[in-house]
Nanobody, 114 residues
């Protein structure tokens, strides 16, 4: 199973980025898709999830600034990140999950700095 995340980069505080994660159609249609992040020296933590029906779930810490979405025709999920802060600096990982089957993408680096 391949999960290809992209869209990371360097952005100034207050800026925005949109991350993308593409996978195969079979996975996309049946798995819950989500984003996690891992800041330097920290554990990986949940950011947001979107299930095949389109229902969204967020960690409280970021639900006011981040939005997850999906584009079914492209087997792609997105994470729109707004009003970014230096503490949002992390590697962002895409996850596909169905029961105890969990797959991870490689991650994309987001650096928020002036």
């Amino acid at each position: 199973v391949q999960l290809q995340a992209s869209g990371g980069g360097l952005v100034q505080p207050g800026g925005s980025l949109r991350l993308s994660c593409v996978t195969s159609g079979d996975i996309f249609k049946t798995y819950d898709m989500g984003w996690y992040r891992q800041a330097p020296g920290q554990q990986r933590e949940f950011v947001a999830q979107i299930v095949p029906s389109g229902t969204e779930y967020y960690a409280d810490s970021w639900k006011d600034r981040f939005a997850i979405s999906r584009e079914n025709a492209k087997n792609t999920i997105f994470l729109q990140m707004n009003r970014l802060k230096p503490e949002d600096t992390a590697v962002y990982y895409c996850q596909a999950r169905s029961g105890n089957k969990i797959y991870w993408g490689r991650g994309t680096q987001v650096t928020v700095s002036s």
